[in-house]
């Protein structure tokens, strides 16, 4: 037998003379802090031993020789026993690991089912593909040693207060990183950031999607490992931040979520927000810190309040509600088409705009009837109510849309709701989505009390925001299609759009018509004496109006691209995105 290396002889387990088995320890050779075994290839007898142990050898040197020679059946059994029990390592992996799942503490996960709320690891298994995760940093503990013992901080601290970690919701890869309540309020530790920095890197590397259950209470001033005075220098939040607009952002917040964890709650694209929960940039500790009283948690952004203003997207009744709000939103921003799709009845929408020009309509089973059964998700729906923002798909292909709604203001574009379509065309230009808008507005808000809340500024920058768009938009006027605000919404020209449509029912103006006859024959009318006879010139010079502004008018100047059936838009829609 010859050396496969220069090595250090280190033991001889045989002598001239002894017969050995196939298989049986013969000498080990030591190199490079590695120890080999060289085994018997056959039974047979040692001949001759040609090195010592502390000789050094080199490769292809001979070491001994076998002689052959046929020995007695061995006794039956296995040529190497195994171990009884479990090997060490394996078995303090195996408890070590034990510590960081929900079964090692009942009682924390006991008050948060009183509490109504799950924990972390509860919402991540309601959230992914069985079998589908994969955990980064689970042994990960408190930075607390120097006021903590180890065991202490492995029984009470597990993860560091955040689980993160791998997985799929219906086959699509994503980041998750969850906020452990029970874990020091959910706290943002120093471990606790190295975990998710090093789940950032991934996500941008690997172009992926990133779910945040942000509950928890900012940062950890209780942490005392590390040389840190301030810690302001931790690249969280700018590296979670960064990825907005390169990946869809999703935030779930449940319970109370203050400071830090808002902040990045903040950077999402879509907030979903339990009922009960609240969120702010402060918690009750730092509120009266900065001398602005005592508050308790409850009165600090509830989510109610926060929904009304627009911190919050989508508005749900409890955690369970909020994983499936996500896994549906998901799945709206998937490419592709899918084709298990159904609709509803589609001559129903050519009833679905009143004859009268001046009645209000609910416009939102308008939408559901027009989109795929069971895919209309709407985002917003407490904020900015003169315009709503959903997702959905049509014959199984994604898209978003923004609906004017009569029903409120008129439908007329007040700041809020001009910032809330500004942000709009940003989130699908960032998720890549075509746009469909129903127009039914009679423009820009105006007016003193408009002028108060910023109306200007929200009008420029939601043209800005339309002239940014680079995926498909098409416009389709449902009734009216007045002014500059009808011109921002179809993206700032009614020729902006891939294509831009209406059905028989819309109108156009300059501005509102009957303003535009007050304004445009205001001496006509007011050579007449107040009464009928005033009112009947309104009346015929609105009629002017109304019939030069139709849709097919529109169509006719090339103003507009066409005008088609209502019940026919769907299968355009579906052909223009095709």
Same mark, same amino acid.
């Given at each position: 037998?010859?050396?496969? #290396?220069?090595?250090?002889?280190?033991?001889?387990?045989?002598?001239?003379?002894?017969?050995?088995?196939?298989?049986?320890?013969?000498?080990?050779?030591?190199?490079?802090?590695? @120890?080999?075994?060289?085994?018997?290839?056959? %039974?047979?007898?040692?001949?001759?031993?040609?090195?010592?142990?502390?000789?050094?050898?080199?490769?292809?040197?001979?070491?001994?020789?076998?002689?052959?020679?046929?020995?007695?059946?061995?006794?039956?059994?296995?040529?190497?026993?195994?171990?009884?029990?479990?090997?060490?390592?394996?078995?303090?992996?195996?408890?070590?690991?034990?510590?960081?799942? %929900? &079964?090692?503490?009942?009682?924390?996960?006991?008050?948060?089912?009183?509490?109504?709320?799950?924990?972390?690891? @509860?919402?991540?298994?309601?959230?992914? %593909?069985?079998?589908?995760?994969?955990?980064?940093?689970?042994?990960?503990?408190?930075?607390?040693?120097?006021?903590?013992?180890?065991?202490?901080?492995?029984?009470?601290?597990?993860?560091?207060?955040?689980?993160?970690?791998?997985?799929?919701?219906? =086959?699509?890869?994503?980041?998750? #990183?969850?906020?452990?309540?029970?874990?020091?309020?959910?706290?943002?530790?120093?471990?606790?950031?190295?975990?998710?920095?090093?789940?950032?890197?991934?996500?941008?590397?690997?172009?992926?999607?990133?779910?945040?259950?942000?509950?928890?209470?900012?940062?950890?001033?209780?942490?005392? %490992?590390?040389?840190?005075?301030?810690?302001?220098?931790?690249?969280?939040?700018?590296?979670?931040?960064?990825?907005?607009?390169?990946?869809?952002?999703?935030?779930?917040?449940?319970?109370?979520?203050?400071?830090?964890?808002?902040?990045?709650?903040?950077?999402?694209?879509?907030?979903?927000?339990?009922?009960?929960?609240?969120?702010?940039?402060?918690?009750?500790?730092?509120?009266?810190?900065?001398?602005? =009283?005592?508050?308790?948690?409850?009165?600090?952004?509830?989510?109610?309040?926060?929904?009304?203003?627009?911190?919050?997207?989508?508005?749900?009744?409890?955690? $369970?509600?909020?994983?499936?709000?996500?896994?549906?939103?998901?799945?709206?921003?998937?490419?592709?088409?899918?084709?298990?799709?159904?609709?509803?009845?589609?001559?129903?929408? /050519?009833? $679905?705009?009143? @004859?009268?020009?001046?009645?209000?309509?609910?416009?939102?089973?308008?939408?559901?009837?027009?989109?795929? /059964?069971?895919?209309?998700?709407?985002?917003?729906?407490?904020?900015?109510?003169?315009?709503?923002?959903?997702?959905?798909?049509?014959?199984?292909?994604?898209?978003?849309?923004?609906?004017?709604?009569?029903?409120?203001?008129?439908?007329?574009?007040?700041?809020?709701?001009?910032?809330?379509?500004?942000?709009?065309?940003?989130?699908?230009?960032?998720?890549?989505?075509?746009?469909?808008?129903?127009?039914?507005?009679?423009?820009?808000?105006?007016?003193?009390?408009?002028?108060?809340?910023?109306?200007?500024?929200?009008?420029?920058?939601?043209?800005?925001?339309?002239?940014?768009?680079?995926?498909?938009?098409?416009?389709?006027?449902? /009734?009216?299609?007045?002014?500059?605000?009808?011109?921002?919404?179809?993206?700032?020209?009614?020729?902006?759009?891939?294509?831009?449509? $209406?059905?028989?029912?819309?109108?156009?103006?300059?501005?509102?018509? @009957?303003?535009?006859?007050?304004?445009?024959?205001?001496?006509?009318?007011?050579?007449?004496?107040?009464?009928?006879?005033?009112? &009947?010139?309104?009346?015929?010079?609105?009629?002017?109006?109304?019939?030069?502004?139709?849709?097919?008018?529109?169509?006719?100047?090339?103003?507009?691209?066409?005008?088609?059936?209502?019940?026919?838009?769907? &299968?355009?829609?579906?052909?223009?995105?095709?």
């Amino acid at each position: 037998m010859k050396a496969p #290396m220069t090595a250090l002889v280190q033991q001889l387990a045989v002598a001239p003379g002894q017969p050995v088995r196939a298989g049986q320890a013969l000498l080990v050779l030591e190199a490079m802090k590695m @120890e080999h075994e060289l085994v018997a290839p056959a %039974d047979g007898i040692v001949a001759e031993l040609l090195c010592a142990i502390g000789e050094t050898v080199r490769e292809g040197e001979s070491l001994l020789r076998l002689a052959p020679q046929r020995l007695d059946a061995p006794a039956p059994g296995p040529a190497h026993a195994v171990p009884a029990g479990e090997r060490p390592a394996l078995a303090a992996w195996r408890e070590r690991q034990a510590l960081t799942l %929900d &079964a090692a503490r009942p009682e924390a996960v006991a008050k948060r089912h009183a509490l109504g709320l799950r924990s972390a690891r @509860e919402n991540i298994a309601d959230l992914l %593909d069985a079998g589908s995760w994969v955990e980064y940093g689970a042994l990960a503990y408190a930075a607390q040693r120097g006021r903590r013992s180890l065991e202490d901080l492995r029984a009470q601290t597990p993860a560091d207060g955040i689980v993160c970690g791998i997985g799929r919701v219906d =086959g699509v890869e994503l980041v998750v #990183m969850a906020y452990d309540a029970t874990v020091l309020a959910g706290t943002q530790g120093m471990r606790n950031h190295q975990k998710s920095d090093r789940m950032l890197e991934i996500a941008a590397q690997r172009r992926l999607p990133v779910l945040l259950f942000a509950e928890g209470g900012g940062g950890r001033p209780g942490d005392c %490992d590390m040389p840190i005075v301030a810690g302001l220098h931790v690249p969280t939040f700018a590296s979670f931040a960064r990825l907005s607009g390169q990946v869809p952002l999703i935030g779930i917040a449940a319970g109370r979520c203050f400071a830090g964890n808002a902040a990045l709650l903040a950077c999402c694209d879509l907030i979903i927000a339990t009922r009960d929960s609240n969120i702010g940039m402060g918690g009750p500790a730092m509120v009266e810190g900065g001398g602005l =009283g005592r508050f308790p948690p409850e009165q600090i952004g509830p989510a109610a309040v926060q929904a009304a203003n627009g911190v919050v997207d989508l508005l749900v009744e409890d955690e $369970a509600a909020a994983v499936r709000a996500a896994r549906h939103y998901l799945g709206l921003l998937q490419p592709g088409r899918r084709a298990d799709w159904q609709c509803a009845e589609q001559q129903a929408l /050519r009833e $679905a705009i009143p @004859e009268n020009r001046q009645r209000a309509y609910a416009v939102r089973p308008l939408v559901e009837a027009l989109v795929d /059964r069971g895919s209309l998700l709407e985002l917003r729906p407490e904020h900015g109510g003169a315009l709503l923002t959903m997702l959905a798909r049509i014959e199984g292909r994604p898209l978003a849309l923004l609906v004017s709604n009569c029903a409120v203001n008129g439908g007329a574009i007040d700041a809020e709701a001009a910032s809330k379509a500004a942000q709009w065309f940003e989130r699908c230009e960032a998720a890549g989505l075509p746009l469909v808008s129903l127009i039914d507005t009679p423009g820009f808000m105006v007016g003193p009390a408009a002028e108060a809340r910023g109306q200007v500024r929200a009008s420029g920058r939601l043209f800005v925001a339309a002239a940014r768009l680079r995926v498909p938009v098409v416009s389709i006027v449902l /009734r009216r299609a007045y002014g500059l605000g009808a011109m921002a919404l179809a993206g700032g020209s009614l020729h902006r759009p891939l294509m831009s449509l $209406a059905w028989p029912s819309g109108e156009f103006g300059a501005m509102g018509l @009957e303003g535009a006859v007050r304004l445009g024959y205001r001496k006509e009318l007011q050579a007449l004496p107040e009464g009928p006879e005033r009112q &009947a010139l309104f009346d015929e010079l609105l009629a002017r109006q109304v019939d030069n502004g139709r849709a097919l008018q529109m169509a006719e100047m090339l103003e507009i691209d066409a005008v088609i059936d209502p019940a026919e838009t769907r &299968a355009v829609v579906a052909r223009l995105l095709a």
